[in-house]
């Protein structure tokens, strides 16, 4: 579990615009972040069935890869190699994300050079209009907020879809709701629902 974690660490955020240095007192190391895409949306579902974080849609519908890279470096200097996949998770900086667990966590533990990714898709219900996204390093958030929209057909955010969600969809596809527009094209429409109904009945593994 994290609560072994026990050195000092120091986080190195980048963006696409250029690199954000951002020193974070934590249990180990120095940690820097690729963030891809943003501002960009995610479609994810409770059960994973979403999309990978490689098909996120920018404002608009253009499809970006919105994959978050952690790199984590000891203070000797040496990648952190090894982290479980645990320890490190994504939340929303409101209530708005319901993810399966305390977070969304990466792919993997961290690899050979330290480095842990968000790619797959991410199992998470509820949806993050209107807030942001951050990484949590052993349940501490880190400074750095990235503009990704994650969107579930689980409206209600119980983390099932199910009559409820159904009814807030239906009520979308006659009058615009962000929440719904899962790719971010600026319509509810049938690729949404498409999207929309391939989700029913599916709730957290
Ligand atoms: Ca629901
Ligand atoms: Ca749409």
């Known amino acids: 579990m994290w609560t072994t974690i026990a050195f000092v660490v120091l986080a190195t955020l980048t963006s696409g615009q250029g690199r954000d240095w951002?020193?974070?007192?934590?249990?180990?190391?120095?940690?820097?972040?690729?963030?891809?895409?943003?501002?960009?949306?995610?479609f994810a579902r409770p059960d994973g069935g979403g999309l990978p974080l490689t098909h996120a849609y920018a404002p608009g519908g253009a499809i970006v890869d919105a994959t978050l890279t952690l790199s984590l470096v000891t203070s000797d200097g040496d990648p952190l190699v090894g982290l479980p996949a645990e320890d490190v998770w994504l939340m929303s900086t409101g209530s708005g994300l319901a993810p399966c667990g305390w977070g969304c966590l990466p792919d993997g533990p961290s690899d050979e050079n330290g480095q842990m990714v968000w790619r797959e898709p991410l199992l998470a219900g509820g949806h993050t209009v209107g807030e942001s996204?951050?990484?949590?390093?052993?349940?501490?958030?880190?400074?750095?907020?990235?503009?990704?929209?994650?969107?579930?057909?689980d409206q209600d955010g119980d983390r099932l879809v199910n009559?409820?969600?159904?009814?807030?969809?239906?009520?979308?596809?006659?009058?615009?709701?962000?929440?719904?527009?899962?790719?971010?094209?600026?319509?509810?429409?049938?690729s949404d629902l498409a999207r929309f109904t391939g989700g029913i009945g599916r709730t957290c593994p």
């Open 133 to 153: 996204l951050v990484i949590a390093l052993a349940g501490t958030p880190m400074q750095r907020e990235f503009d990704i929209t994650v969107k579930t057909p």
């Open 163 to 190: 009559l409820t969600d159904i009814t807030i969809f239906a009520q979308a596809l006659g009058s615009y709701v962000e929440s719904c527009d899962f790719n971010d094209d600026g319509t509810v429409n049938l």
């Open 22 to 42: 951002e020193y974070y007192m934590w249990g180990a190391a120095l940690a820097e972040v690729d963030p891809a895409a943003e501002p960009s949306c995610v």
